[in-house]
T-cell receptor
Framework: GQQVQQSPASLVLQEGENAELQCNFSSTATRLQWFYQRPGGSLVSLLSNPSGTKHTGRLTSTTVTKERRGSLHISSSQITDSGTYLCAMERRGGSNYKLTFGKGTLLTVTP | EAAVTQSPRSKVAVTGGKVTLSCHQTNNHDYMYWYRQDTGHGLRLIHYSYVADSTEKGDIPDGYKASRPSQENFSLILELASLSQTAVYFC???????????FGSGTRLTVL
């Protein structure tokens, strides 16, 4: 079935360093989405990117759909960026679209 | 701001018992979803709905039913809870299919 692989599984940075998170998916996707999960559970949508590069604040998402890969770059990391970053592949399922999630990258930013 | 509210926040159930998880959204969104999250599996789609009184199966629907009595409310029903259904359950809503999902805070379900 469809799979989404995220790497690294965990990442520890010092405040101010940049983070690069990778996402690879096993089948054709219409779009990649990135979510942030706070320690303690709730999820927030960060970026939705069908192809190319998108920026929002300190986040840059790059999606290369044909090569089935994407990345999320976080510049100048802050302690409050700590949490889990989830990549989700959007695919067509009948008349609707479905998301398949990766297991996430746990980011820890230290002082 | 878009709001999705889940209840209860946590629940302990006995094996074989019935469990109902509730979700309410004030976003005026057509699409609502139920996901479960387990260590080692990430988030997986159980059921979803795009119109009241209709639900669709997701990727792992076995052992679960869903109910969408109104646009605002979406319930997940475990008729006979099993140990393997211990997980954190998330409800989400979106205006358009799979686009910009808004998640609730989650329900931690423990089946003993």
């Amino acid at each position: 079935g469809q799979q989404v692989q995220q790497s690294p599984a965990s990442l520890v940075l010092q405040e101010g360093e940049n983070a690069e998170l990778q996402c690879n998916f096993s089948s054709t996707a219409t779009r990649l989405q990135w979510f942030y999960q706070r320690p303690g559970g709730s999820l927030v949508s960060l970026l939705s990117n069908p192809s190319g590069t998108k920026h929002t604040g300190r986040l840059t998402s790059t999606t290369v759909t044909k090569e089935r890969r994407g990345s999320l770059h976080i510049s100048s990391s802050q302690i409050t960026d700590s949490g889990t970053y989830l990549c989700a592949m959007e695919r067509r399922g009948g008349s609707n679209y479905k998301l398949t999630f990766g297991k996430g990258t746990l980011l820890t930013v230290t002082p | 701001e878009a709001a999705v509210t889940q209840s209860p926040r946590s629940k302990v159930a006995v094996t074989g018992g019935k469990v109902t998880l509730s979700c309410h959204q004030t976003n005026n969104h057509d699409y609502m979803y139920w996901y479960r999250q387990d260590t080692g599996h990430g988030l997986r789609l159980i059921h979803y709905s795009y119109v009241a009184d209709s639900t669709e199966k997701g990727d792992i629907p076995d052992g679960y039913k869903a109910s969408r009595p109104s646009q605002e409310n979406f319930s997940l029903i475990l008729e006979l809870a099993s140990l393997s259904q211990t997980a954190v359950y998330f409800c989400a809503s979106s205006r358009v299919s799979a686009e910009t999902l808004y998640f609730g805070s989650g329900t931690r379900l423990t089946v003993l």
